[in-house]
């Protein structure tokens, strides 16, 4: 895409989008002069202690290049190898990562539960829970990993957290969330990030970056700190310990300084929001499920899907049922880049 009409017309996912300037800036600063390699810069400790006043209690944090890595990471340090993992049919994890989850535990098994909008329901957790528990000729369920926000942009709220969170807990099952969006869920909800995560039994964060800000850099944060040596030496395995931790430390040092993280997902909601308010108006689109964060799914007529494709729009489309479609907003979406669609919409459902 070379021109900045084609940029304004991606809404395929956000990680379209660019780095924010404050970013870019951290990493040419942090270019300057030499420091210790592997996580012992100075950095890397201001990412710690600005995490651990984030989440009001001392953390530690790993930084790896990519979700994938943040999540196969922590379940591989949370379940053995006979245990399973129990997540939604829709979630990254049992779609997108290549199995990496069942390769990086040696070999856990994913099982996938059902609930509306993305999100665990409570009755299929229990059932799950207690299905062949403790018989050896099955897995032994393990761990149970939330996504915030949900593959299709909903957010489970506080309540909803704190139901699933005691039920896993209770049964002696670890908890994992993958927050690749769980700056968009802070933002929408305007709840602490304690109370979202261990308040509620996270043992460990995939605290996702890089699809709000950062170039190339995500975060583990563990909670059970007990769990931390263990996943040093598994980062390292992986490939995931960069000599030069210092630039991965730099991009979330600035994306946690001045609440960077929650500016730029609180306008990346926005714009779902203004996008979802467009597109009510117009009688041909059928909006799908809850858009709380920035991912939008709705129902629109093929006519109107082919005449996006021929304007220059990018999105997924088809992928889910067909006519279903994906619009996906970030920190880099404009007003204009959304009232655009929205009109672009319109146009052609009439
Ligand atoms: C819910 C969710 N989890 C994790 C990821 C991490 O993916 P990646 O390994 O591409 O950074 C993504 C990316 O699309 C995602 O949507």
């Not at 699933?164 to 602490?192: N, Q």
Request: charged share 20%; with cysteine; hydrophobic share 45%.
């Amino acid at each position: 895409m070379s021109t900045t009409t084609d940029t304004a017309r991606i809404f395929s996912s956000d990680n379209t989008a660019g780095a924010s300037p404050e970013i870019i800036d951290a990493v040419t600063r942090a270019a300057a002069g030499q420091t210790l390699p592997y996580g012992a810069d100075g950095i890397t400790a201001d990412v710690r202690r600005r995490m651990s006043e984030i989440f009001e209690r001392d953390v530690d944090v790993l930084l790896v290049s990519t979700g994938s890595a943040a999540n196969a990471l922590s379940l591989a340090a949370l379940t053995p190898p006979w245990g399973s993992v129990l997540c939604h049919r829709d979630s990254h994890i049992n779609n997108d990562e290549c199995g990496a989850p069942e390769f990086y535990t040696a070999g856990a098994k994913l099982v996938p539960l059902g609930g509306d909008d993305a999100k665990i329901d409570p009755d299929e957790l229990r059932a799950a829970m207690r299905h062949k528990a403790g018989d050896v000729h099955s897995v032994e369920p393990s761990v149970v990993s939330l996504t915030q926000a949900t593959e299709t942009g909903a957010v489970y709220t506080r309540d909803e957290i704190h139901t699933l969170g005691p039920i896993a807990k209770e049964a002696g099952l670890r908890l994992h969330m993958d927050g690749a969006r769980f700056a968009g869920a802070v933002a929408a909800l305007g709840r602490t990030p304690a109370e979202l995560t261990w308040r509620a039994g996270v043992d460990l964060l995939s605290f996702g970056a890089t699809k709000n800000g950062t170039m190339t850099a995500d975060a583990i944060v563990v909670f059970d700190r007990s769990l931390t040596a263990e996943l040093a030496f598994r980062a390292k395995r992986a490939g995931q310990l960069a000599s030069k931790m210092r630039f991965h430390a730099a991009q979330l040092d600035a994306y946690l300084t001045d609440d960077l993280w929650l500016r730029n997902a609180g306008h990346a909601n926005a714009m779902a929001a203004r996008l979802q308010e467009g597109l009510k108006a117009i009688p041909e689109v059928g909006l799908l499920g809850a858009a709380d964060a920035n991912i939008l799914f709705c129902r629109l007529p093929q006519r109107v899907i082919e005449g996006l494709l021929a304007d220059g729009y990018v999105f997924y489309h088809d992928r889910w049922e067909p006519g279903v479609v994906r619009f996906v907003t970030s920190f880099a979406t404009t007003e204009e880049d959304v009232d655009h669609l929205a009109q672009a919409v319109g146009r052609h459902a009439t």
